[in-house]
């Protein structure tokens, strides 16, 4: 290999590719994979990753070493004769191949003893002297194409001849099998991996991922020395074999392949060798020739480079170009009659706010800063785990006592909460259960509540916390007998979780089994049976109830509690109630609530008795910041260890906006104590919010071990529907995430907002329960005063109102705009969910409930998820979409823990779809059943039990209310469940722009993004739907399908439309064709015929001069 080819291939490189190869890394592995035809050589190039490489710059360097190959093919010609022994392998490359084949073949097995010969099959083996003497005459080729593999080191080299006489086994180098490896070089495009001591393969970066997603580097993924798996893809035919590998579908961890893993790319396709508009026209469907792709595909047939026969498509007859264009959809502007000269007003999001421009709104804007830190910090601390785990490898006896010593402090923690609640346990068995009701303050008022509920059929009452309102205002009506015998007294709840803890508590108070007398029924969660009395529920679970039984005809009692969150459900049920109560007398309704306005209450339900209940016994100190916080995050961890080291004993409570934000105030709060050691008591710090498991969210109300403290950090549950005891002392940093439709996207979203006074009054009165306690408010006292509202915006006024009007037409109402809300929702936004349901086919043109309509009320869960599940019937994948939705009405499916991340994303990859992560969801489900739902298959797969469970009771839900309205269940179609979630969740569109490479939606063209954890991220596609947005530093789709549009066309008609080429939308009108971005040009503007004329000019004036 001389030094001048090597200048001639380099400039080349850096020519072309931009690359300066300077130490000729690229230049060498180029000439070694050289072959003719120039055909054969662009193969080989394309099959090592060298498929994006320029046709222009794979023929020059052809060309380059094919001179020098003739250069050198007429020296050698001329010592043929005089050449010896050793010099015969030189003399192979210049004679015809049929004539050294027979030497070529031998001399391979000589030098390659574990290599298989294709014709026989049969392993080849060598002496060892013979071994030593073809590696000292080795070539000058061969020996540069061997160090730029790193096939061996120094080292290496000097064992060499005691490892031959070993014959340890070498790998089987056959197309597809995996093999074990080690990464000897890594460079720009892949890594080079050793498969044996004497051959190396090309893993191509975009064949370094499990789900064959492109990485960003080959360092990410890989690095020097570390063992991979690798399946073997390709074995060139030449002199050397060149051979491709792939990571793509290869468990790390265990060297098994899973087949499917290509990304949406045909193997075969790769191995042709990607050519510039045939294997595009395979996989999109014969896409026509661009003006640009034709040009340059002539321009290569004319300078040589190309065959004409290789591009048949070129001289094809074109098409219509309104057939062969793109397939495109726009919004169809009909409007239905019923909507017709209605309020054509944009509905707009609800103001939740009170003064965006006050000290409140700005620090939920910025948002926390130590919490973005914090996060930083982890990112980095994981990193520098990861390298010290690679640079250091532990003895098996090192880490064998790490984990006994790890075991040892869970064991010793688990004891210490197993005492906990043992003593728990034994609190609660010993005390009198009786004489503990008697001594709630609702008890003083259980004579005067039972005449009032006799008297009239509406009460309003007003409880502090801590009063006894939920449990024991139902105890007194059953012992009262005012269920008569067979119906039921109902109770409901706002959560999920306070609905279940409550009838435990109950139950336990009246001694009998949950389920029996005492039960509660939530969303896919019954536990009552014919002999419930005592019914704790959902007010979303009553509201179906209603569209059975308008009259509540099995019910005795209704009470509402928490009223004075007024979510939507809770609204409904006013006007609800007030209807059923003019048709059944009997029926007694009472609504209680901590903090609301008791005479806009008694009002609406016709001026009935309100009564007041006292619940604070101690004083509470209130205390207001001199200065706004900046970071309110920050401030609440600063003023709970200023707490826990000035403050006398006493619990501490917490309230924080959500998940992530406790989590890291936890983390932060733990490093700090233990930073500071033995010098501060001890304090547990314990998280509160629905998404904990029940063992870890019954932690909280244990009492704290001996001359220790408990910190609570929880969410807004924590403000009534739950009761804490011990809480002395209470930080409110005055923020809470408050769900807000916003009509533009056409989704819910939480955003942090101020709470409201009444908010304020309710934390507050928390740190009071059995002791004088103190309140610290993380704002000024001015504030409260003028950043606040007196009450919270109801969410009939902040919400999608689709489900609801969905109800109420089930129900026989069909003048929704004027049914009787305690507050309105606004015209636009009732007129907006209208629209929705009718394009989703559940209004017919008069506005009246489709039979559509109609089956799609009959299901718990929204429009849009029904139109889901009745659409999979008709397209024979029914099971598949149940599975599916089953596995969204959980959350967080998968876990990462700290401590093996890599391996959990891994596992993660494994399941992934290349059409997206609705059937990633699928193939979850799927592996779970088929593992027959095994404990272990889930800690294997980082999945997590209690979730798969969940989604099992769920889709048995479903089916059984499918089997109820005759539903065929039984339809699996892999393929037709994408298209079964288009049908419903069409508007939920969006696609990529061609030109900025990021999506926008259909309905709006807000910029939309894929999230890192998506199926379909890195990945090309075009049009996808999407199940929800979340909205963080950018508006992430999750949850992400890829679809064909036209199946927006097909399956919303009403919605969508095909475009016409001849009369074009206003958003086709705005776009413009953009040139392709010229790194050469200084002035990108340079192709345009204006700027060649001037240019023109300039030149003729500088011949002139």
């Keep these: 290999m001389s030094g001048p080819l090597l200048k001639k291939v380099a400039a080349a490189v850096e020519k072309h590719l931009g690359v300066a190869d300077s130490d000729e890394t690229l230049s060498r592995f180029l000439l070694s994979l050289y072959e003719e035809p120039l055909e054969a050589f662009s193969r080989a190039v394309e099959a090592n990753g060298g498929s994006d490489f320029p046709p222009a710059f794979v023929h020059e360097v052809f060309e380059a070493i094919r001179e020098e190959s003739k250069s050198k093919e007429s020296k050698e010609s001329k010592s043929k004769e005089s050449k010896d022994g050793s010099k015969r392998e030189e003399q192979v490359e210049t004679e015809p191949e049929n004539q050294v084949h027979e030497k070529q073949a031998e001399t391979q097995r000589e030098r390659l003893p574990s290599e298989r010969s294709k014709d026989t099959g049969t392993e080849q083996k060598t002496q060892k002297d013979h071994n030593n003497q073809h590696q000292n005459r080795q070539n000058p080729n061969q020996q540069n194409h061997q160090s730029l593999q790193n096939h061996q080191s120094s080292q290496n080299s000097q064992n060499h001849q005691n490892s031959q006489n070993q014959h340890a086994p070498e790998p089987n180098i056959v197309v597809g099998a995996v093999c074990r490896g080690t990464v000897s070089n890594i460079t720009s495009y892949g890594a080079f991996v050793r498969l044996n001591r004497f051959e190396s393969g090309l893993c191509h970066i975009s064949k370094m991922s499990y789900d064959g997603r492109r990485v960003g580097s080959p360092g990410d993924v890989v690095k020097q020395n570390q ?34 893993r290509e990304s949406g790319r045909d193997t075969e396709f790769g191995r042709r060798g990607r050519e510039m508009g045939r294997d595009r026209a395979v996989s999109s469907g014969a896409r026509r020739l661009t003006s640009p792709e034709r040009w340059e595909i002539r321009q290569l047939i004319a300078a040589g480079a190309a065959r004409a026969s290789d591009y048949p498509e070129l001289y094809e007859v074109e098409e219509d170009p309104a057939e062969s264009e793109g397939f495109e959809v726009e919004i169809n502007p009909h409007e239905p009659k019923f909507l017709q000269g209605q309020v054509r007003a944009r509905a707009e999001p609800a103001h939740i706010v009170k003064n965006p421009e006050g000290s409140l709104s700005r620090a939920a804007m910025d948002g926390s800063r130590l919490a973005q830190e914090m996060r930083e910090q982890k990112k980095e601390q994981r990193k520098k785990e990861q390298r010290k785990k690679e640079q250091k490898q532990q003895g098996t006896e090192g880490q064998n006592k790490d984990k006994e010593q790890s075991k040892d402090k869970e064991q010793s923690k688990d004891k210490e909460q ?63 007998n005012f269920h008569r015998g067979d119906k039921i007294i109902a109770c409901t709840q706002p959560r999920r979780v306070a609905a279940e803890s409550v009838a435990k508590r109950v139950a336990q108070e009246v001694g009998c089994p949950l389920g029996q007398e005492v039960g509660y029924t939530i969303r896919f969660d019954d536990r009552t049976s014919p002999a419930t009395r005592i019914k704790y529920m959902t007010d979303g679970m009553l509201q179906r109830e209603a569209l059975l039984d308008p009259q509540m005809s099995k019910y005795a009692v209704v009470m509402l509690d928490e009223a004075h969150e007024r979510t939507v459900a809770t609204d409904v049920l006013f006007a609800l109630l007030k209807k059923a109560a003019r048709a059944n007398p009997d029926l007694r309704v009472l609504a ?106 019954a932690r909280i109300f244990e009492p704290a071990p001996p001359g220790a403290r408990k910190v609570v950090l929880a969410t807004n549950i924590a403000e009534t529907s739950i009761t804490i005891d011990g809480i002395r002392y209470v930080v409110d940093p005055g923020f809470v995430k408050l769900n807000a439709y916003d009509p533009r996207l056409g989704m819910d979203s939480l955003v942090v907002s101020p709470i409201s006074q009444a ?32 009450n919270t915006v109801p969410e009939i006024q902040r919400q999608n109102l689709e489900h609801t009007i969905l109800m109420l037409k089930a129900m026989g109402i069909d003048d929704v705009l004027r049914f009787e809300f305690m507050d309105p929702p606004p015209a636009p936004t009732t007129v907006q969910a209208l629209k929705e349901l009718y394009v989703l086919d559940a209004l017919d043109e008069n506005g009246h409930l489709t039979s559509m309509g109609r089956r799609m009320a009959d299901f718990p869960m929204e429009p849009a998820l029904a139109k889901t599940v009745l659409a999979s019937v008709d397209l024979s994948c029914a099971s598949d979409v149940l599975s599916v939705v089953a596995m ?9 823990p700290k401590d093996k991340q890599a391996a959990a994303d891994q596992r993660k990859q494994r399941f992934h779809s290349v059409h997206g992560d609705h059937l990633t969801l699928l193939n979850v489900f799927r592996g779970w059943e088929q593992s027959g739902r095994s404990r272990s298959w889930c800690a294997e797969n980082f999945v997590q039990e209690r979730a798969m469970w969940r989604a099992f009771e769920v889709r048995k839900q479903l089916a059984a209310i499918m089997v109820r309205f005759r539903l065929d269940v039984h339809g699996s179609d892999a393929s037709a469940v994408r298209k079964a979630f288009c049908a419903g969740y069409f508007r939920n569109s969006a696609k990529r722009d061609p030109h900025e490479g990021i999506f926008t939606t259909l309905v709006d063209q807000t910029p939309v993004h894929l999230h890192p954890s998506s199926a379909v991220y890195g990945k090309s596609v075009d049009y996808v739907i999407y199940h929800t947005l979340l909205l963080t530093t950018k508006e992430y789709m999750h949850c992400v399908s890829v679809v064909d549009p036209k199946w927006l066309v097909e399956l919303a008609p009403r919605f969508f439309q095909p475009s016409d080429p001849n009369n074009p939308s206003e958003r086709r009108k705005r776009q413009k064709i953009v040139p392709l971005f010229n790194r050469f040009a200084e002035n990108q503007d340079s192709w345009r015929l204006t700027a060649q004329v001037e240019e023109k000019k300039r030149a003729l004036g500088r011949l002139n001069q």
């Design 592 to 697: 209680t609530s901590a903090t609301l306005d008791a005479d806009k209450f008694s009002r609406y339900f016709g001026g009935c008795p309100v009564l007041h209940v006292p619940g604070r016994t101690f004083p509470v100190e209130i205390m207001y910041s001199r200065e706004p916080e900046p970071d309110y995050v920050a401030a609440a961890l600063d003023c709970v260890m200023q707490i826990h080291v000035a403050e006398d004993s006493g619990d501490i409570l917490v309230f924080l906006t959500g998940q992530d934000e406790i989590d890291t105030c936890c983390e932060a709060l733990e490093a700090r104590i233990k930073t500071l050691g033995r010098a501060v008591p001890e304090l547990l710090v314990l998280p509160a919010y629905s998404a904990l498991p029940p063992d870890q969210q």
């Design 418 to 480: 197993a005492s906990y609640s043992k003593s728990r346990k034994n609190v609660s068995k010993s005390s009198d259960l009786a004489q503990s009701r008697k001594r709630l303050p609702v008890y003083a008022m259980r004579e005067q509540l039972l005449s009032a509920v006799r008297d009239n059929q509406f009460v309003i009452v007003v409880g502090e916390t801590g009063s006894g309102k939920t449990t024991q205002i139902v105890q007194y009506l059953y012992e009262e």
């Design 227 to 260: 063992e991979v798996f690798v399946r073997i893809t390709e074995i060139g035919s030449g002199r050397r074999r060149k051979i491709a590998l792939s990571m793509v579908g290869v468990d790390q961890t265990n060297g098994e392949y899973v087949e499917g």
């Design 759 to 790: 908010q304020a009054n309710q934390r507050s009165g928390r740190a009071g329960r059995t002791a004088p306690g103190k309140c610290f408010r993380l704002y000024t006292e001015e504030a409260f005063r003028t950043e606040m509202r007196p």
């Design 888 to 896: 969204l009405s959980v959350q967080n499916v998968f876990y990462r």
